[in-house]
């Protein structure tokens, strides 16, 4: 006696693979919990003062107040212990200039400059720095409608193609001439008695060394940090 019902293996297939509709639905929900701590970001100035209410965190793990003064701005965020700056600046703060490139020290998407020191943000944690000063790529230029220096060098000798490495290496070009003006001395140093050392092509790209571009600007990015270091304030 034939069967009375065989089921086809297309609706097998249907029962067992989720719709596209589920699909689109699951993804929404995703990004909406993705970005949801973005929505108690907290922002600087007369918006949030040092004492104003914190934002809330994106779980129920226990947290902790933490003052950092970001580009001259006092923050108040309330972080987990384990958050890393990198974090705690992107969804905390709300400063998405920073990058995340690879979240373990490997690529310098994430350089930020805490206590005049360039530091890779994803390799220390939030907590670490309370009350220290942090400047991100948000924060380098003198003002709202201006360029820092080294920007504008970044312009004009085409120094970036996706720009995703961009703010790092600003931040960490940054500091790079500070440290060469202060006389710093790189493992690229030919002779540490010169101060500041002679900054050669070599010695750009060793301190710059830390901070990988994916799209190869890396001529345009010596030319536009030597421009700066040597003939701009
Ligand atoms: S994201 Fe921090 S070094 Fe790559
Ligand atoms: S400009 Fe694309 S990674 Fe550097």
Known sequence: ???????????????????RRRFLQSAAAAAAVTAAPLAHAQQPGASAPASSSAPMPPSSAPTMPVHLT?????YELHVEARTTLLDALREYAGLTGTKKGCDRGQCGACTVIVAGRRINSCLTLAVMHAGETVTTVEGLAPAADALSPLQQAFIEQDAFQCG??????????????DEYRNGDASAATADVRYRPPQLSDDEIRERMSGNICRCGAYPNIVAAVKVVALTRG
Do not use: E, F, R, V
């Open 70 to 74: 970001i580009n001259g701005h006092p």
């Open 164 to 177: 995703y490495c961009t703010p790092g290496q600003l931040c960490s070009a940054t500091a790079l001439i």
């Open 1 to 19: 006696m034939p069967p009375t019902h065989t089921p086809s293996p297309d609706h097998d297939d249907a029962a067992q693979k989720p719709s």
